[in-house]
């Protein structure tokens, strides 16, 4: 069983926003609203 010690930050860890922070462990790869996100997204096929 994973312990607190085991657990690994996402990028949500360097925001300042408290909703944010208490995403920072979730095991998603979340990218906050910036150009690393927008950069990403250029990659992936719009399928709407």
């Known amino acids: ?3 607190d010690n085991d657990r690994v930050p996402n990028r949500l860890i360097h925001e300042k926003s408290p909703y ?3 995403h920072a462990y ?3 790869n979340w990218y906050p609203w910036g ?3 927008f950069e990403k997204a250029k990659g992936f096929e719009n399928n709407c």
């Open 26 to 28: 979730n095991p998603v």
């Open 20 to 22: 944010l922070l208490q």
């Open 35 to 37: 150009k690393d996100a």
């Open 1 to 3: 069983m994973p312990t």
